[in-house]
Structure formats: structure tokens, C-alpha cells
């Protein structure tokens, strides 16, 4: 069964950035499409990036495109998010999430979940 468990948030002021690490066991990740997401208190959770490894494929959402990327270390069975030049409106607390040989990106279709690491962005 895979679990997934996220570490790297913290506390940063604006413009600064922060390195989320999503580690996985139990299974090896080299077939699932992993998404990043978010909520903030009384807001819907958000994908922020999904990649579609074995595709090549990934996606940012309009409001964190070209500040944020996602990336896959296959040794360390391990998914990042850098996230850069990060807003106060950034804060949140962040989840990875995983699908098995998923082609999409919808949060409907995600069965793995982490539970989550806190970023706050202020000054």
C-alpha cells in the first residue's frame, strides 16, 4: 500500500522559498502521476501541479505557473515542489497526492494522499 508523507513547509517571508519533499513507500512511484495541492482555511483544496511522469507531461496552476516546479527523484522514490517568490496568498497547508497509471490530473481520480505540511508566507 502506498503511503505518502510531505515535509518542508515552514514559515518564509514574502519572496522567499521553500522546497517541499512528498516521500513515498511501500511502492515505487515510477508509475504514478502525483499532484500538488493546497488549502487554505474555509477554501477549497487546489491541484496546484500535476506530472504525468511517464508521459512527460505536467501542469501548474495559472497562479503559481513559472514560481513553482514539480520534479521526481527516482532514487530517492521521492516528488518535490519548489516553490519561489512565494506571496502571502500562498499559504496554505500542501498535500501530494498519487494515482496509479493515471492520465489526468483530476482530484477525483487520486486514491494516495499525504497529510499535508504547513506553509505560511508573511513578513
Known amino acids: 500500500q502506498l503511503q505518502l508523507e510531505e515535509s518542508g513547509g515552514g514559515l518564509v517571508q514574502p519572496g522567499g522559498s521553500l522546497r517541499l519533499s512528498c516521500e513515498a513507500s511501500?511502492?515505487?512511484?515510477?508509475?504514478?502521476?502525483i499532484g500538488w495541492f493546497r488549502q487554505a482555511p474555509g477554501k477549497a483544496r487546489e491541484e496546484v501541479s500535476c506530472?504525468?511522469?511517464?508521459?512527460?507531461?505536467?501542469f501548474y496552476a495559472p497562479s503559481v505557473k513559472d514560481r513553482f516546479t514539480i520534479s521526481r527523484d527516482n532514487a530517492k522514490n521521492s516528488v518535490y515542489l519548489q516553490m519561489d517568490s512565494l506571496l502571502p496568498e500562498d499559504t496554505a497547508r500542501y498535500y501530494c497526492?498519487?494515482?496509479?497509471?493515471?492520465?489526468?490530473?483530476?482530484?477525483?481520480?487520486?486514491?494516495?494522499w499525504g497529510q499535508g505540511t504547513q506553509v505560511t508566507v508573511s513578513s
Open positions: 506530472a504525468i511522469f511517464r508521459d512527460g507531461i505536467t
Open positions: 511501500g511502492s515505487t512511484l515510477d508509475y504514478y502521476t
Open positions: 497526492a498519487a494515482q496509479f497509471a493515471g492520465s489526468t490530473c483530476e482530484i477525483n481520480d487520486y486514491g494516495n
